[in-house]
Nanobody, 125 residues
């Protein structure tokens, strides 16, 4: 059973930068086996939407058009940690940000197997 724990959210002004982190662990002590990790976000009253994903071994990345050029997804395998660097934040980026892990790359939240509890990002105008 994979456990994902996000951190790094907060309240910032528009135009600011913020880092999010997601640490994964296996409750059974086994080696992490998911092939992909991703960030999704969900604003109040809206569906959960894809933000970015990364292949855990190869590092291939994918971004939603709305964040391309502003957000950067990365990882440090030795630390079991995935990151999301968010630059030029906009009020529309305000949402709960979730970390996900799974065996297929997908922009559909239903295709991901494991989820963290989320971390709130609020961008003030």
């Amino acid at each position: 059973q994979v456990q994902l724990v996000e951190s790094g959210g907060g309240l910032v002004q528009a135009g600011a930068s913020l880092w999010l982190s997601c640490v994964h662990s296996e409750r059974t002590g086994r080696t992490f086996s998911s092939k992909f990790m991703a960030w999704f976000r969900q604003a109040p009253g809206k569906e959960r939407e894809f933000v970015a994903s990364i292949h855990w071994i190869g590092g291939i990345t994918d971004y939603a058009n709305s964040v391309k050029g502003r957000f950067t997804i990365s990882k440090v395998n030795a630390k079991n940690t995935m990151y999301l660097r968010m630059d030029s934040l906009l009020p529309d980026d305000t949402a709960m940000y979730y970390c996900a892990a799974g065996d297929r790359r997908s922009t559909n939240s239903r295709n991901w197997d494991y989820w963290g509890q989320g971390t709130q990002v609020t961008v003030a105008a």
